[in-house]
Structure formats: C-alpha cells, structure tokens
C-alpha cells in the first residue's frame, strides 16, 4: 500500500486541527503557516513527499 504525502496539505492539516483546539491562537497559527509555506516556497522543500 502506497500513500503519498506532500508538506503543504500536512502543514494545512495541522494548522486547521490546531485552529479547532485552541481558536485564541488563529492570527499566531496563519503567521507560523504562512511563515512556514514561504519557507518551504524558497528553500524548495515543496517537492519533497513522504511516501509510506
């Protein structure tokens, strides 16, 4: 069984759930993602998949 995992969705995945938990963090968890993404964006980690 293959499954195919990128850094984007995660990093989105994560955000969102940790939005759900604790909703007072909203703008500190948009900046850490955006901040992350344009990381991500530079270094050319976005290619990078983990495959399990």
Known sequence: MNIHLTLMPVLALLAG????IK???????VALYLIAIGL???????RIGLHL
């Open 23 to 29: 909703p007072k963090l909203v703008s500190f968890i």
């Open 17 to 20: 759930i940790c939005i759900l």
């Open 40 to 46: 991500i964006g530079i270094l050319g980690l976005g």
